[in-house]
């Protein structure tokens, strides 16, 4: 089994910047693809970013690009989303999930329980 924590999240105004956090335990955290999803208020989960086990590899949704950095830690078993120039569509809440591959993450096993983040205008 694999537990994911999320924190970070809070208000803060447009143009801001907040950094999430997603702390794993369990099974080898190295191992595992990593992703953040984001779901509004009356719409679906949708992806946000990912990264692969190694860090290697990273991907995002277009509408984060260059605005936000997944990145990971694998000593200190956590991932984080650094989010920049927060805009209030960004409002939502954000879920980190874990997977054997980024392919896999949008049906992972293992999820966070979600961390809110609002953005005012």
């Known amino acids: 089994q694999v537990q994911l924590v999320e924190s970070g999240g809070g208000l803060v105004q447009a143009g801001g910047s907040l950094r999430l956090s997603c702390t794993t335990s369990?099974?080898?955290?190295?191992?595992?693809?990593m992703g953040w999803f984001r779901q509004a208020p009356g719409k679906e989960r949708a992806f946000v970013a990912a990264?692969?086990?190694?860090?290697?590899?990273?991907y995002y949704a277009d509408s984060v690009k260059g605005r936000f950095t997944i990145s990971r830690d694998n000593a200190k078993n956590t991932v984080y989303l650094q989010m920049n120039s927060l805009k209030p569509e960004d409002t939502a809440v954000y879920y980190c999930?874990?997977?054997?591959?980024?392919?896999?993450?949008?049906?992972?096993?293992?999820w966070g329980q979600g961390t809110q983040v609002t953005v005012s205008s």
């Open positions: 990264i692969s086990w190694g860090g290697s590899s990273t």
């Open positions: 999930a874990a997977a054997s591959t980024v392919v896999l993450l949008r049906t992972a096993d293992y």
């Open positions: 369990g099974r080898t955290f190295s191992s595992y693809a």
